[in-house]
């Protein structure tokens, strides 16, 4: 049958269209983990507190639908990389589920008994719905970076030979930091937008402290990638419109592998650039009480550093440190032609609506959240 889009042309549009979803997940959703983090910082009072959490009361709820695009599109567009990446990552997935769940049961619990105990307990549990996602999805990438202890035997059945202990290597965890270091970035830039006074001027400090951390620690992973980290590189022809089947290739490792793309695709440079310049605007434009425009800068920073990882491992995109010719391609892990095509059209109805619904909720809650709001408002806020 003679589809409208070939083979290849939607591999690589579902493999953007991935990399779109994960950062819509970590713009959207990263400024709630990242106001988690903060919310020991920011907020000294209950009273602070409580007008730091219904900042994202009414929103975290929709902007978790990101993760739940970005978790079904890797189950339905490539089925090898949901089976080896969730099942290999299970005791850290569950670790982020748990301290996900802590996330809603704290909005809705901290403000039911007037006991300063008993909402310290409910704050660090928001703490850690904050922080636990945002540092085990950096060290996902930086695992993933290295290569995830994985094979296929002849009749394609895959093997996890990892250990959750083993995901947390020195390189992991400092991918881990970069994670959390953008997202509290990103959390107190809309801290910026939604907050007046010493509030506001708080997390103004926090934007800029987070921002030059980011910097710093981008920077080292960066030469850590360029100049210690053996890259996956596959030495065969592909034959890229080909039913997929992850060992019919040969993959070496080389030191800086992960830079090739960059020298062959110049243009490819505008993603870690704009890492760097969205990081380095949101300092300038913190500083010169742009909030809204401090916000994108750091969600430009943001897309910048997850695009400059898809773009530095492309095609791989799953590759195996156990056996690298076991390594999970576009070309060689994707679902068929047609499952493709049908999840695009999907896709092209219901990603605009959710979008236009979503823009149309943040325009109806814009405004900022103040203490006297919240004292108006006694019983139906966090």
Known sequence: MNLPIDYVTLRVIWWVLLGLLLIGFAVMDGFDLGIGILLHRVARTN???RVVLNTVGPVWEGNQIWLVLGGG??????PEIYAVSFSGFYFAILLVLLALILR??????RSKIDNTMWRSVWDFCLFVSGFVPALV????VGNVLEGVPFHYDETLRSFYSGTF??????FAILCGLVSVAMLAMHGAAFLTIKTTDIIQQRARTYVRLFACITIVLFSVAGAWVAMRLAGYVSTDTLVLDAPSNPLHKTVVLQVGAWLLNYSRYPLTMAAPLCGYLGAIFTILLAGLRLPKLTWLMSAISIAGIITTVGISMFPFILPSSTDPNSSLLVWDASSSHLTLLIMLIATMIFLPLIIVYTSWVYYVLRGKVTSSYINQNQNSLY
């Open 104 to 109: 809603p049961v704290g909005f809705k619990y």
């Open 47 to 49: 009273e602070e507190r």
């Open 73 to 78: 599109a890797i189950f339905a567009a490539w």
């Open 137 to 140: 999805f950096g060290i996902a």
């Open 165 to 170: 202990w083993g995901l947390l290597n020195p």
